[in-house]
């Protein structure tokens, strides 16, 4: 309850004291006495009136010198002859209906029905907050406006996104000149369809939009439209539409359109989800309802295209679509330099080095290892970040905390170095396979019990048959390693057989770089950006064909365990080398690694 309606509730209270002392201090006082004193003021003649109630007797005594005496009350007792006897003293009665008095009917009626209608009218406060307006207003949409002059993001806040920039630009200048466009008769596109993983920066690229044209934001997610009611989400696309029309010129941005804009009839057996199929229905004739060169811009944002309506994505609606990718190497280092402002650095950090070691992060996972970096800084009690805590910020990040209080016993650390350096010395070796960037047998995690981190040189977008064979080899070195140097194999390559049995398979399946099989692709291509049980692979070849592929698959396993045990034992001496100082340091780095072997 807010301060408002604390204020509301005590003048009600405060006004209902007051008709209550009112009432009581307006009605004339009555003296209670006993019926004993009232026969007996009775006998002696002091009693000039009474009204004979059903429970009680309400009179008047006799005054002196024609002064009206003191009205009393009493409790009446059944008595026959009581009628008689006032007849008999001269005193004058009647007979009364009782009533409620006003206090009995404040505390019995109205009090109970005040604090009703003030709980009432409470929750539909509430009620018509959660609904943005009140509550009759359901269909009104929860929409967030951000003012043009809210919007403190530009294209200069966002790194390693140039391609989507160049594509988002002409959006800007549209927006800021529109009669550019309507004079030569160009069309703008309705919508823009911003694509790409998690945490790749496709809301802050529409909100740089927005800052950069210096025009309003309308932020809305994609479950917003959809509610239990049937009607509400098209009724809050109307209203939403309307809105911006009235605001124009503006954009308008939905987060996680896959939530609203799922394909038609993909919903079950039933048919679909009926108040989403209508939500999205209106989203489609609203787009082709409004007029662009009113200078309404719609923008979405989405992980999951290949899930989306057809009707979303043809021209007129979603014209134009802009992929928001995991950012490359000078991208990387771009965004930790923005994020890298805000912290103070010591002189030796390269973010070079750290975007070098975080191939694969996204623009939130950066920001998270700066982050995280800062906080170490804080908790060592130094004044700045150095580059150690920038190794250890993106450790955490990728494999989790340290457990150094878990207990191991020898006999497992030997067993877990081994492994560990099987790994790092087979991708040295062998001239395609990613080099050793650190080696580590401290714990992290929920289950790893060391760590091998491989470095990428460069950024690579195409990759040979060599080198996803040398890369299989690097990730059985540690099984091996285990059959050379222990006698017998465990149960931690659980996940290196996992990797190498799906790059080999891959390999067999979708690169045809099977001889036996030849150029054939036996998997249907994957448009998801993110892997989803809707796209399992499926089975489109017999059965013979599948054992074959088994097969081939079996035998680039096999054959890459047999370089691995090639390599191992032929730098037998540098391992056993390698794994002593591992365990009596737990962490060598790649450059002390290449030195010992």
């Avoid at 001889?515 to 692709?521: F, I, M, N, S």
């Amino acid at each position: 309850m807010n301060n408002r309606s604390r204020v509301t509730l005590i003048y009600i209270i405060l006004g209902l004291v007051f008709l209550w002392w009112l009432q009581s201090t307006l009605s004339e006082q009555q003296r209670q006495i006993s019926y004993t004193t009232f026969k007996e003021y009775l006998d002696q003649g002091k009693i000039q009136e009474v009204h004979v109630g059903e429970t009680k007797i309400v009179g008047r005594l006799k005054g002196d010198h024609g002064v009206q005496g003191e009205r009393f009350e009493t409790i009446r007792i059944e008595e026959p002859d009581l009628v008689q006897r006032l007849e008999e003293r001269g005193v004058q009665s009647t007979g009364v209906i009782e009533r409620e008095g006003f206090g009995s009917i404040l505390l019995a009626w109205i009090l109970p029905v005040g604090l009703m209608i003030l709980i009432w009218g409470f929750i539909m406060k509430r009620m018509g907050k959660m609904a943005q307006g009140g509550v009759m207003s359901f269909g009104k949409n929860r929409v967030k406006i951000v003012g043009e002059k809210d919007v403190q993001v530009s294209f200069d806040d966002v790194a390693g996104l140039d391609e989507a920039k160049v594509e988002l630009q002409e959006i800007v200048h549209f927006l800021k000149e529109p009669e550019q466009y309507t004079r030569i008769g160009a069309r703008i596109p309705k919508g823009v369809l911003l694509v790409g993983p998690p945490g790749t920066g496709k809301t802050l690229m529409a909100r740089a939009v927005a800052g950069q044209a210096s025009v309003p934001f309308f932020l809305m997610s994609g479950s917003d439209f959809v509610e239990m009611f049937v009607g509400l989400g098209a009724s809050r696309v109307r209203d939403l539409f309307q809105q911006a029309q009235e605001k124009a010129p503006c954009i308008i941005f939905i987060d996680e359109l896959d939530a609203l804009g799922k394909a038609r009839g993909a919903g079950g057996m039933m048919g679909g989800h009926d108040e989403r199929e209508q939500t999205l229905n209106q989203l489609l004739v609203e787009m082709d309802g409004f007029d662009p060169n009113k200078g309404v811009v719609i923008m979405a944002a989405t992980n999951r295209p290949e899930v989306l309506d057809p009707a979303l994505l043809r021209p007129g609606r979603f014209d134009r679509q802009v992929l928001v990718d995991r950012p490359d190497l000078t991208g990387r280092e771009a965004i930790l330099r923005i994020h890298a402002d805000k912290v103070r650095l010591e002189a030796d950090v390269d973010l070079k080095t750290v975007a070098l070691r975080t191939p694969g992060f996204a623009g939130a996972d950066l920001a998270n290892a700066v982050n995280e970096a800062a906080l170490l800084a804080v908790r060592r009690k130094k004044g700045k970040v150095t580059m150690d805590e920038f190794e250890e910020a993106i450790d955490r990040v990728v494999a989790g905390l340290q457990k150094k209080g878990r207990l191991i016993s020898e006999k497992e650390r030997k067993i877990v170095a081994y492994h560990e350096v099987g790994h790092a010395v087979v991708g040295e070796v062998l001239p395609h396979a990613e080099k050793t960037h650190k080696i580590s047998i401290v714990p992290r995690g929920m289950a790893a019990l060391g760590m091998t981190w491989q470095r990428p040189t460069e950024d690579r977008y195409l990759l040979t048959k060599s080198e996803l064979r040398d890369r299989i080899a690097a990730l059985l070195g540690g099984r091996a390693a285990e059959k050379i140097f222990i006698g017998d194999i465990t149960t931690g390559a659980q996940n290196d057989l996992s990797r190498a049995t799906d790059i080999a398979r891959a390999m067999v399946r979708q690169y045809g770089m099977s001889d036996e099989l030849g150029p054939v692709a036996y998997d249907p291509e994957n448009k998801a950006i993110l892997p989803t049980s809707d796209f399992m692979p499926s089975c489109e070849h017999g059965s013979m064909v599948s054992d074959k592929i088994d097969a081939e698959v079996k035998m680039v396993l096999e054959e890459a365990m047999v370089r691995a045990n090639k390599v191992l034992t032929e730098y037998r001496d540098q391992v056993e080398v390698v794994t002593a100082k591992l365990l009596e340091r737990e962490q060598i780095d790649g450059d002390e690694l290449r030195a010992l072997l």
